[in-house]
């Protein structure tokens, strides 16, 4: 079985770590042959590099480029793909004439969110009609984005994302972490996310700096870069900079996570809908609490009262809220993390998602499975 890869990079993000991970199991299927095309020279995934996995460089001057319709032309005409299985809305575009002509399988794999309401005429919405008639199967990381792209039941499919616990061995020592980020607190309270206009780090901070205002005993991390990262260190005042840390991006966030008493992430569910976010995976992975932003495909990962709480997007009282409730209730914070860590193990495993790729790709070529 041969399966093209179509992304548009493999920089630091969603997709992108799904799709490595996915790499990571199929590794075990000997009759399965992957080839990459990324229309991006920005790779920050060095797992496929360092891998026996041919990356077919399709590289665009600007975001739609026509030159890629024949570029991936003349790449499937070559490499004769039995799927080509596209990462995202841009690659699906490219991607569903190119199979067509050629006749070869698509798998359309654009939803990775799951938007609260989809805008008629939105770059989501438009991309979704003009490739869904034309794709053999459309996969979701979460049912809730299937609902929110009212994809076609007769062929859609929900596959969680999957975490390998491989990654947690090479974890570096909790005190090292907090010598190199100066943390001199007891407790920690994190979250990891991009700074932007999808992730609601404004309630965050301000959850933080209530909380600070009563106690001075918890450190409060904020992992990742981007637009709104400057105007957020803005916000935070002087007598707390000391108690809230700013790491910018981080390639080693697993160790970082490790030395978390709460994981939070917090989201604009008006400019985005969280599909299954690999920041709450590798929480729970690490036996963390967590309190996020109820919306989504979030609930689809954590169990409200068992693993964490859900909580109501933008709202800073109830966030600082259960930040002091887990911080008071040690027991409770310890108990959370332990059944977050085994619904991981049991749910989203990277053998399970792995196993439900392979059951699509035997499905759409009518081999047993």
């Not at 920050?44 to 030159?67: A, E, G, M, N, S």
């Amino acid at each position: 079985m041969r399966i093209l890869m179509f992304i548009d990079s493999l920089h630091s993000g969603g997709k992108e770590r799904r799709l490595v991970e996915l790499i990571k199991g199929l590794k075990d299927y000997s009759d399965i042959h992957c080839e990459f095309a990324i229309m991006s020279n920005d790779i920050h995934y060095k797992y496929v590099v360092k891998q026996d996995i041919r990356i077919h460089y399709l590289i665009r001057k600007w975001k739609k480029d026509p030159r890629i319709f024949f570029k991936l032309y003349k790449l499937c005409k070559e490499f004769k793909p039995d799927i080509i299985h596209s990462w995202g809305s841009m690659p699906s575009v490219y991607a569903f004439p190119i199979a067509k002509v050629l006749k070869i399988k698509f798998i359309n794999a654009m939803i990775s969110d799951a938007p609260l309401k989809l805008k008629v005429f939105s770059k989501a919405w438009t991309r979704s009609k003009i490739t869904f008639p034309f794709s053999d199967i459309i996969l979701s990381n979460s049912y809730a984005g299937l609902k929110s792209y009212n994809a076609p039941k007769n062929k859609s499919y929900c596959i969680h994302n999957g975490f390998d616990f491989e990654r947690l061995k090479k974890i570096e020592d909790e005190n090292n972490i907090k010598i190199k980020f100066g943390i001199k607190t007891e407790k920690v309270v994190g979250m990891v996310g991009a700074f932007a206009d999808r992730k609601d780090y404004k309630t965050y901070l301000l959850a933080a700096m209530k909380i600070l205002s009563k106690r001075n005993d918890v450190s409060f991390m904020a992992i990742g870069d981007g637009e709104n990262l400057e105007d957020c260190k803005k916000m935070v005042k002087k007598k707390y900079k000391d108690k809230i840390i700013f790491t910018g991006k981080q390639n080693d966030v697993e160790s970082i996570v490790k030395v978390f008493d709460i994981g939070v992430l917090a989201t604009n569910k008006e400019v985005h809908g969280e599909g299954i976010s690999n920041s709450i995976m590798e929480y729970m992975a690490l036996g963390k609490p967590v309190i996020v932003s109820s919306g989504g495909g979030t609930p689809e990962i954590v169990e409200h009262d068992k693993t964490g709480f859900l909580i109501t997007p933008k709202s800073i009282e109830e966030l600082a809220s259960k930040i002091e409730y887990l911080l008071e209730n040690e027991k409770v914070a310890v108990e959370m993390g332990e059944k977050g860590r085994e619904r991981i193990r049991q749910e989203f495993s990277l053998e399970k998602m792995t196993n439900s790729f392979v059951s699509s790709y035997k499905r759409l070529l009518n081999q047993r499975i």
